[in-house]
T-cell receptor, first 115, second 119 residues
Framework: AQKVTQAQTEISVVEKEDVTLDCVYE???????LFWYKQPPSGELVFLIR??????QNEISGRYSWNFQKSTSSFNFTITASQVVDSAVYFC????????????FGAGTRLFVKA | NAGVTQTPKFRILKIGQSMTLQCTQD?????MYWYRQDPGMGLKLIYY???????DKGEVPNGYNVSRSTTEDFPLRLELAAPSQTSVYFC??????????????????FGDGTRLSIL
């Protein structure tokens, strides 16, 4: 069975602080994909990053960075110098070959960034 | 380019009524999905489709039906609405990637959602 755990339900930070959102996954597939999506207060879902199981390189995109570690089954997301506009719910998701690439979403982490 | 379009955006139903949530995409994606998002929760997969004529159940299919007669359209049907089906419903689609015969599981494109209340 596949599972995604986002243990942090809510995080509150002050603007310009760095914040890391944790994601731990379970899968028996050797080929799988991990995703992060953002859901701002307006409600739409916005894709942030996709990573396949064969690529453990960390990635940086502006203030966003992702740390993928297969040894600990984690795919953590860090926002550097957070801004109020980063306030949203962030979802980690997993899609494995054995499940026909159905996507399983974590419960989400709600991030509040205060000015 | 409209992407994924869902209609209606809001709907209130009475218990026992039926309705169809419409979803259409103009990106020629083979894969389409229906999710529900309950308040404060993540997305739960209801049904999905890997191409026209092919559908399969997700995590929470009870009380719903789908069809996929064309690549573009993937309607979700509620036959006997129940209060437990009060939720926000998202439709999504994705490509399998550019390489024929290989699914590289491209990111999903989501519609704006349908907020459904059953009273």
């Amino acid at each position: 069975a596949q599972k995604v755990t986002q243990a942090q339900t809510e995080i509150s930070v002050v603007e310009k602080e760095d914040v890391t959102l944790d994601c731990v996954y379970e899968t028996r597939d050797t080929t799988y994909y991990l995703f992060w999506y953002k859901q701002p207060p307006s409600g739409e879902l916005v894709f942030l990053i996709r990573r396949n199981s064969f690529d453990e390189q960390n990635e940086i995109s502006g203030r966003y960075s992702w740390n993928f570690q297969k040894s600990t089954s984690s795919f953590n997301f860090t926002i550097t110098a957070s801004q109020v506009v980063d306030s949203a719910v962030y979802f980690c998701a997993l899609s494995g070959a054995r499940g026909g690439f159905k996507t399983i979403f974590g419960a989400g982490t709600r991030l509040f960034v205060k000015a | 380019n409209a992407g994924v379009t869902q209609t209606p955006k809001f709907r209130i139903l009475k218990i026992g009524q039926s309705m169809t949530l419409q979803c259409t995409q103009d990106m020629n994606h083979n894969y389409m999905y229906w999710y529900r998002q309950d308040p404060g929760m993540g997305l739960k997969l209801i049904y999905y489709s890997v191409g026209a004529g092919i559908t399969d159940k997700g995590e929470v299919p009870n009380g719903y039906n789908v069809s996929r007669s064309t690549t573009e359209d993937f309607p979700l049907r509620l036959e006997l609405a129940a209060p437990s089906q009060t939720s926000v419903y998202f439709c999504a689609s994705r490509s399998s990637g550019a390489q024929p015969g290989f699914d590289s599981n491209q990111p999903q494109h989501f519609g704006d959602g349908t907020r459904l209340s059953i009273l």
